[in-house]
């Protein structure tokens, strides 16, 4: 039997990475954001020049791709073809970009994959869009993470630091609208909770709240 598989789903901006990375330190599991992977493809497709719209071109283009990640105490750093990605695929156009070529079901088909061999033998915290629906459904455990978008918002406001933020607030607010929308309207794997997920809403609740109650959850099954 595989050591156990910890979910975490949930729109942008709610916290995922923060409890992904206090779960997997405190039951000493590996830590996999897979978005970091769709935002390393799109980063290619930019640097190639490839149509976000044409699914063809970006298969093509993840076949001659290498895409890896090592989880660290917080978060994991990115490889892409074996370079170090992991801040440039933060920044705004990747995000937009990593957005955009995740609707398409071979490139979701691809990554999927990927994500099942990464996460085979268990003791992995995963955190993502699908990861309860589509990449593990018979995950131990599964967390779907949810705040306000307003509340989700602020708080990537605030993390990026008001002062060097490129954006005000309220762009911030409309940006993460928009990727949520996508997520949760495209046709393959929409974004949504697992039957058997426990919601968490964390816009009344303080971090240490959000993480207590998520180590909780895990704790009874694990
Ligand atoms: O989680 P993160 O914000 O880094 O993900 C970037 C984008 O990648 C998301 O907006 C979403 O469209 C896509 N994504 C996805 N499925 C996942 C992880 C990320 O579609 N499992």
């Known amino acids: ?9 949930g729109p942008a901006g709610a916290g995922k990475s923060t409890m992904a990375a206090h779960l997997a330190r405190r039951f000493g599991f590996l830590n996999l954001e897979t978005g970091a992977m769709y935002r390393a493809l799109a980063l290619k497709a930019i640097d ?7 699914e063809s071109a970006l298969m093509e283009l993840a076949e001659q791709t290498r895409i890896g990640l090592e989880p660290q105490r917080e978060g994991n750093r990115v490889f892409l073809d074996g370079v170090d990605v992991s801040r440039r695929v933060r920044d705004t156009d990747v995000t937009s970009a990593a957005s955009r070529i995740s609707v398409h079901p071979r490139v ?3 990554m999927v994959d990927l994500q099942r061999v990464m996460g085979k033998q268990g003791g992995v915290v995963m955190e993502g869009r699908d990861i309860g629906t589509v990449v593990f459904p018979d995950a131990e455990v599964k967390i779907f993470l949810d705040a306000a978008p ?10 990026v630091g008001p002062s060097v933020a ?5 762009a911030i607010i409309k940006e993460l609208k928009e990727r949520d929308e996508r997520d949760r309207n ?11 997920a426990v919601t968490l ?22």
């Open 166 to 170: 490129a954006k005000p607030e309220e």
């Open 186 to 196: 495209r046709a393959e794997s929409p974004l949504r909770a697992a039957p058997d």
């Open 150 to 159: 307003e509340v989700r918002g602020g708080r990537r406001y605030l993390q």
């Open 201 to 222: 809403d964390s816009t009344e609740l303080t971090l240490d709240e959000v993480l207590s109650r998520a180590e909780a959850i895990v704790r009874e099954h694990v």
């Open 1 to 9: 039997r595989r050591r156990p598989v910890i979910a975490i789903d």
């Open 48 to 54: 190639a020049d490839i149509d976000f719209t044409d």
């Open 108 to 110: 979701r088909a691809w």
